[in-house]
Structure formats: C-alpha cells, structure tokens
C-alpha cells in the first residue's frame, strides 16, 4: 500500500471513532434530559437526512477539490455540530449538522481510494479502512459509553480551567467536549493526506445542472448488471446497520436489563465481529467473486430473529460476533465491486455520492420507521423480528435477481466479471 493510505485509515479512524461515541453521547444526553424513546431513535435517521438531500452535490464537490481538502473542511463541520450540542441546540438538530459533516466526507473518504490504489488492491484497500472503520465504532462506543459512565464522568467534572467557566456540567456534556478534540486530531491528519495527480472535474456554474447529472449517474449504476446487484446488497446492508446499533442499545436493556455504558459494550461486539469479516473477505476474496458472498446476508437475517431468545449475556456476546462477522464477509467484497463499477461508469466521487444516497435514503426511511414504531409502543424484539425478516426477504430477492441476470444476460454478466477479474490482476 501507499504511504498516503495509511494516512487517510488515520484521518478516518479517528473521525469516525468520534462519530461513533458522540452517538451514545447524545443517546445519553436525550435519557437525561428525559426525552422520549423515539427521540433517540430518531438520532439515526437525523444523520442520515444530508446523506440524501445533499447526495447530488457532495459528490461533484469531491470529484471538484482535493479530497484531503474535502475531508478538513467536512470535519470542521462536525465540530460546528459538537459545539452546537455542547451550548444549548437540541441533540437531534446538533447530530443532524455532524451529520452534514459526514455526508460530505464520505465521498472523498472512498473516492480517494480509486485514484490513490489501482484495481488490484480495492478490496484489500476496503479491507483494511473498513476493518479499521469498525474497530473506531467498537473502540467509539466503548470510549462513549465510558465518558458518560458515573465513575469517569464525575472524574472528569472534577477538571477546572483557571478563570474560564467551560459551562461543561453533565456526564453527557464532558464526554462532547473531549470528543472535540478527537475531530480535531483527525482534521490533522486530513492535512497531512497527499494529492494524487487525479484531475479535478470543476463544478458548474448553475449548481442545480447536478441534479439532472446526478439521477443520470443514479440510473446508470441501477441499470449495470453487476452495479445493480452490489448497490442493491450494500444499501439494505447499511440501511439495517445503521439501525441495528440503537437496536442493540434498545434489546440490551429490555433483555438483559443494561444501561447504556453496559449496552454500548455490546454495540462493540457486534463491531469485533464485522471487523473479523472484514479483515477475512480481505485476504481471502477477489473482485470477480464478490456475489459470492450473496447467501451470507440470508444467514444474517436468520440469526438476527434468533437473538431475541438469548437473555444471557455469554451467550449474546459471542452470538453478536458471529452476527457482525457475517456482515463484515459481505459487505467489504460488495462495497469494492461497486466502487469498481462505479469508478469506471461515472467517476469515484460521484459513485460513491450516489451510493451514499441509496445506502443512507435506506437507513433513514428504516430509522423513521422504527423511531415511529417505537413511539406507538413496539419492543425491540418486535423491531428484530422485523429488520431480521426484511434482511432474509430481500437478500434473497437480491439473489434470483442475479440469478435471473446471469440467465438472461449472460454475455453481458461474463464480461464485466471478466473485466473486474482483469483489472484485479493486472490494475
């Protein structure tokens, strides 16, 4: 691997490890505050709602500038976010804006592994920053369940700045102001990240002409016959995901009787598991054979309805890594595939914009449901049942979908197998 990648796994790690443990945070928050339930269900989906509206410009914006530059001003947004949430703005609205943040990262975050690593080495490439991705959701949940914990809380409440009074009273509030200075560290290293020679595509001067070119790029991808496929798994991937960890918070405390510091535990469990997926489909997966790994999402469904008869934490520990392995399996062959059909019909930035659109329109429409369910009166085991139902029900649509593809379309099917096989051994 190139030196720069290293650099943009550090950016990443620690952007996304302040994500992850500003959630518990504002989870926490809102429980202190006394919100209802599906207020901090609705967290969720509040990230996601810039993933799609800004879906069509924040790709070309990527595709426009240095994506390391992309990647700085983006992380300055989420601190605008923090800050919100530290002085008085309601959570909701204050993850949202880290949320705007992190819509625009996300493009230049995986576009710049396109341009900065040829074919050969994506899924390895995906491997790693996934792999490394999920080991900053473990390591953010752990670390925010444990600044919101009584014991280290009152430790760091203790802390006094000489004349300036920080207004930093409550768990929740000490555990955003610490994690400001996490984005910080990853804005540092947004800085030290190479150009990489790429050509920038300059944006219009109407903004709105990218509206049009972006549902252009959206149907394109829909209609390849291996686009399609890898975007279809990717975005149901994500959209139960994204959920699933409020679900785990939600399951922790009805079945086992947890808190949040416990519950956040349990998050990261699910995350040692995906990482060990991730890291595995990296070394022993290649880009050709990614619908391969189509049945593991079938599994993953089927485990999910299991889970709501366990109520012992020895056995939901290592049950939740199975779970999160299998996903991890999927998911990183998958993301690479599309990338690679993405970066060759439309440009990274733009791909990747548009499969952040379909992935987080996914956890937003399934996190506006399940915060709706929830304020209604359904249980956590109510939403496993559902999400694990939905996750076996489409994976296995998603299957004879290919299926039928490779029937009809065989020709077409076999050269861009043919081409990704190509590319792997010799890009």
Same mark, same amino acid.
Request: glycine share 16%; charged share 10%; net charge positive.
């Given at each position: 691997m190139k030196r720069g990648f290293y650099t943009i796994m550090s950016a990443q790690f620690f952007s996304s490890l302040a994500d992850n443990a500003l959630f518990v945070a504002a =989870? /926490?928050?809102?429980?202190s505050n006394g919100a209802p339930e599906w207020q901090q269900a609705a967290l969720v989906p509040m990230f996601a709602l810039f993933y799609v509206v800004l879906a069509p410009f924040v790709g070309a914006a990527a595709d426009a500038l240095p994506k390391g530059r992309v990647m700085l001003l983006s992380n300055s947004i989420k601190i605008f976010g923090c800050l919100m949430m530290l002085f008085g703005s309601h959570p909701l609205l204050a993850y949202?804006? =880290?949320?705007?943040?992190?819509?625009?990262?996300?493009? $230049?975050?995986?576009?710049i592994l396109t341009?900065?690593?040829? $074919?050969?080495?994506?899924?390895?490439?995906?491997?790693?920053?996934? +792999? &490394? !991705? @999920? $080991?900053?959701?473990? *390591?953010? =949940?752990?670390?925010?369940? /444990? *600044?919101?914990?009584?014991a280290v809380a009152v430790k760091l409440l203790d802390w006094d700045f000489p004349v300036i009074d920080t207004g930093v009273d409550t768990a929740p509030e000490v555990a955003i102001f610490i994690l400001i200075f996490v984005y910080f560290l990853a804005a540092w290293f947004n800085t030290r990240i190479p150009l990489t020679g790429v050509p920038m595509r300059a944006l219009p001067g109407n903004i709105l002409t990218l509206l049009p070119d972006f549902w252009h790029c959206n149907s394109r991808l829909w209609?390849?016959?291996?686009g399609q496929i890898s975007l279809a798994t990717t975005t149901l991937f994500w959209g139960v995901s994204g959920n699933l960890r409020f679900m785990v918070l939600a399951w922790a405390s009805a079945a086992l009787g947890y808190g949040v510091t416990q519950a956040s535990n349990l998050v990261g469990v699910v995350a040692i598991g995906t990482a060990i997926g991730a890291i595995a489909a990296s070394m022993r997966m290649r880009l050709h054979q990614a619908t391969q790994v189509i049945? &593991?999402? @079938? #599994?993953? #469904? =089927?485990?999910?309805? &299991?889970?709501n008869f366990i109520n012992n934490v020895w056995v939901a520990a290592p049950f939740l890594v199975l779970l999160g392995a299998l996903g991890g399996f999927l998911v990183v062959p998958m993301n690479a595939l599309l990338q690679h059909r993405g970066h060759n019909l439309m440009g990274a930035g733009r791909s990747i914009a548009v499969q952040n659109f379909n992935e987080q329109a996914c956890i937003l429409g399934l996190g506006g449901l399940y915060s709706l369910s929830t304020g209604v009166?359904?249980?956590?085991?109510?939403? @496993? !049942?559902?999400? +694990?139902?939905?996750? $076996?029900?489409?994976?296995?649509?998603?299957k004879r979908w290919h299926e039928t593809n490779c029937r009809k379309h065989h020709a077409e099917v076999e050269h861009l197998l043919n081409l990704a096989r190509h590319d792997n051994l010799h890009g």
């Open positions: =989870v /926490q928050l809102l429980r949202g804006i =880290v949320g705007l943040g992190a819509a625009a990262y996300s493009p $230049a975050k995986y576009g341009e900065l690593l040829p $074919a050969s080495q994506l899924v390895k490439a995906n491997g790693w920053i996934e +792999g &490394l !991705t @999920i $080991a900053s959701i473990i *390591l953010g =949940v752990l670390l925010g369940g /444990q *600044l919101v914990s009584p209609r390849d016959r291996l049945p &593991l999402g @079938i #599994g993953m #469904g =089927v485990l999910l309805l &299991l889970l009166g359904l249980s956590a085991f109510g939403a @496993i !049942t559902v999400f +694990g139902l939905m996750i $076996a029900g489409f994976m296995q649509l998603i």
